[in-house]
């Protein structure tokens, strides 16, 4: 370096959601403190601003505390401690105070009332550049200088910096187009921290079925799916499906991604959809027997509509159409969508019911992190010392947002662990900045 170091009492390295909240909260809990935000993209908040399909579910409004961390699974006996120091209520005070109200809408996710992830990511840009905090963008990290017991500074691809503290909050690996490619895990591991190998966890399914091409962009609002292990039923869930071009996403789906992937280590998977979950069997043979009393002359293709849900119905006939199943004179079946209802055998309508309540499907896979909303993985939380997000191994290291191994749903889990890591890191960074 042909520069001499310049020095920082605090340097937080990336400028996500977690990293500005604790730039940000360190400036507020000390403003006298040279801090220094180093993102390596061009622009802060680059995955923040695609964050639910460009929404952003900013949080999940359950203000029970205790209610809330059971959806963090293993990491809920680590995380009360810092919730409350910063929890949900927190969450919706800090946007509103600063002009952007929340709405909360199904499953308790709460989001802008814009719906913009854009303007979430405004909010805390303001919330940095308001500041005495140093910004610099599109330089990135390469190495962390360790002296002892304690970390002196960072070098980036453009100069190198002394500092007192360190808070890395620099991503996983989902999405790694926005800058978050894991960098930080191997500082950590090299650092003597354990890294538990991410994996995605958050994520769509594929699947074999060409058919699901002509379905993609629809949704299922209510709806079952059951997923089987070598054709052996182990877990079903209700609940949203979004279809696409490549297999299945949508809420219900992301839900499940980590259970289907240990099913998938040694087993073939396969997947039922019940198109209606309200009814059995019985009763939708008796509503499709009504309908097809009362629309005798109508061609199959123009009745599905009325039976299926909304946009199913080129999938349904394809698949009709390739049926491979026999009827009652063991010759093959298939379905013509262009025949009249009163020309639909019983056998064909049992096969059209059946489908509706049993849509097969085969999974193939998750999709990688390019496709990933959150990625597990990362340092255990037995090594963090929860009230302050402090490194156990090193006492001017924070740790903060998705760089701890913690599982959680969709529904907001994710950004609530940003906010609540990175402002208890800033506040306890801005107290001890001077180590």
């Not at 009360?80 to 105070?97: G, H, M, P, R």
């Not at 190198?160 to 950590?188: A, R, V």
């Amino acid at each position: 370096m042909k520069n001499a170091p310049e020095h920082f009492d605090l340097i937080v390295v990336g400028g996500g959601a977690s990293g500005m909240m604790a730039a940000g909260r360190a400036y507020e809990e000390n403003p006298n403190r040279r801090i220094l935000l180093l993102e390596k993209a061009k622009q802060l908040g680059e995955k923040l601003r695609i964050t639910g399909g460009g929404r952003c579910n900013i949080t999940n409004a359950e203000f029970d505390t205790r209610k809330l961390l059971k959806h963090y699974g293993e990491g809920e006996q680590f995380l009360y401690s810092a919730f409350s120091q910063f929890n949900v209520k927190d969450t919706f005070s800090f946007f509103e105070s600063r002009g952007l109200p929340l709405v909360t809408q199904e499953r308790k996710r709460a989001f802008p009332v814009t719906e913009k992830a854009s303007d979430v990511v405004q909010v805390m840009e303001k919330y940095v550049q308001q500041t005495g905090i140093t910004i610099r963008l599109n330089e990135k990290v390469k190495k962390i200088i360790k002296n002892g017991n304690l970390l002196s500074g960072v070098i980036s691809n453009k100069r190198e910096y002394t500092t007192n503290t360190i808070i890395l909050s620099s991503g996983s690996m989902s999405h790694p187009e926005t800058g978050s490619t894991g960098d930080s895990f191997q500082w950590l591991k090299d650092l003597g921290h354990t890294i538990i190998t991410p994996t995605p966890t958050l994520v769509p399914l594929s699947v074999k079925e060409p058919w699901v091409k002509l379905l993609s962009g629809v949704s299922l609002t209510s709806t079952k799916i059951t997923f089987l292990a070598d054709n052996i039923k182990k877990f079903s869930e209700t609940g949203k499906i979004l279809f696409t071009h490549f297999g299945l996403s949508g809420p219900l789906i992301l839900n499940s991604a980590s259970q289907v992937s240990d099913l998938l280590y040694s087993k073939k998977v396969t997947a039922q959809i019940d198109m209606h979950p309200e009814i059995d069997l019985g009763t939708l043979k008796n509503k499709v027997i009504e309908i097809f009393k009362n629309n005798p002359n109508k061609l199959l293709k123009n009745i599905l509509p009325e039976i299926a849900p909304p946009g199913l119905t080129p999938a349904i006939l394809s698949i009709l159409k390739n049926h491979t199943g026999s009827n009652h004179t063991g010759s093959t079946c298939m379905v013509d969508g262009d025949k009249r209802i009163n020309n639909v055998t019983k056998e064909e309508r049992e096969i059209i019911v059946k489908l509706l309540k049993n849509l097969p499907l085969t999974i193939t896979g998750l999709m990688d992190y390019d496709r990933a909303i959150v990625a597990d993985g990362g340092v255990p939380l037995n090594e963090i010392d929860t009230k302050t997000m402090r490194s156990k191994i090193y006492k001017n290291l924070f740790i903060i947002g998705d760089l701890l191994h913690i599982r959680r749903p969709s529904g907001g889990y994710s950004l609530q662990l940003c906010w609540t890591t990175g402002f208890v890191a800033g506040q306890h960074a801005g107290m001890t900045c001077d180590l």
